[in-house]
Antibody, heavy 120, light 107 residues
């Protein structure tokens, strides 16, 4: 059974960088069959797909966040990471990591999510 | 980007009854549509992909239909664990986008 778990600071100051890591267990991030995704959910609202990364390092970012977001993969630790720069209160959300099937099209395994609050 | 609109926002149903949830896309997404279920404080769970293909271990009471711009998730006989929020998501055009959700509550 694949499990994903997000980790990182729960509070980030405005204008700073949000950094999260997703640890994957029960399967290899380098299997080559899946795309590793970040999806966020603003409090009480819907879901927003931030983007995804293939184990080769190829990335796909949501155009609305593309200028501020960077994904990376650490195969030795079976982890992938998100960095979001210049955050504002609008970036306050629960951040989920997920495994996506197809060409990163739909997510079949999700992490529980971690709440990141942007506040001074 | 493609806008996904779900209706109704809230659906009140008695246990054992049938529920039909609607999802509409602002342009055709072919059959590139998924449905998820989310309980409070939990991660979403994939129910359906390809508009009508049940994901692994999803009970047969969940079914999806539609193509193009109109889609329906049907729950044939609601069980207690089915009262949750349901989201549709298109993956025809990047960025993938979700509907705003339909909450299925106990009547």
């Amino acid at each position: 059974q694949v499990q994903l778990r997000e980790s990182g600071p729960g509070l980030v100051k405005p204008s700073q960088t949000l950094s999260l890591t997703c640890s994957v267990s029960g399967g290899s991030i380098s299997s080559g069959h899946y795309y590793w995704s970040w999806i966020r959910q603003h409090p009480g609202k819907g879901l927003e797909w931030i983007g995804y990364i293939y184990d080769s390092g190829r990335t796909y970012y949501n155009p609305s966040l593309k200028s501020r977001v960077t994904f990376s993969v650490d195969r030795s630790k079976n982890q992938f990471s998100l960095k979001l720069t210049s955050v504002t209160a609008a970036d306050t959300a629960v951040y989920h990591c997920a495994r996506a099937r197809g060409f990163g099209e739909f997510a079949d395994y999700w992490g529980q999510g971690t709440l990141v609050t942007v506040s001074s | 980007e493609i806008v996904m609109t779900q209706s109704p926002a809230t659906l009140s149903v008695s246990p054992g009854e049938r529920a039909a949830l609607s999802c509409r896309a602002s342009q055709s997404v072919s059959s590139n549509l998924a449905w998820y279920q989310q309980n409070p404080g939990q991660a979403p769970r994939l129910l359906i992909y390809g508009a009508s293909i049940r994901a692994t271990a999803i009970p047969a009471r969940f079914s999806g239909s539609g193509s193009g711009t109109e889609f329906t998730l049907t729950i044939s006989s609601l069980q207690s664990e089915d009262f949750a929020v349901y989201y549709c998501q298109q993956y025809n055009n990047w960025p993938w986008t979700f509907g705003q959700g339909t909450k299925v509550e106990i009547k």
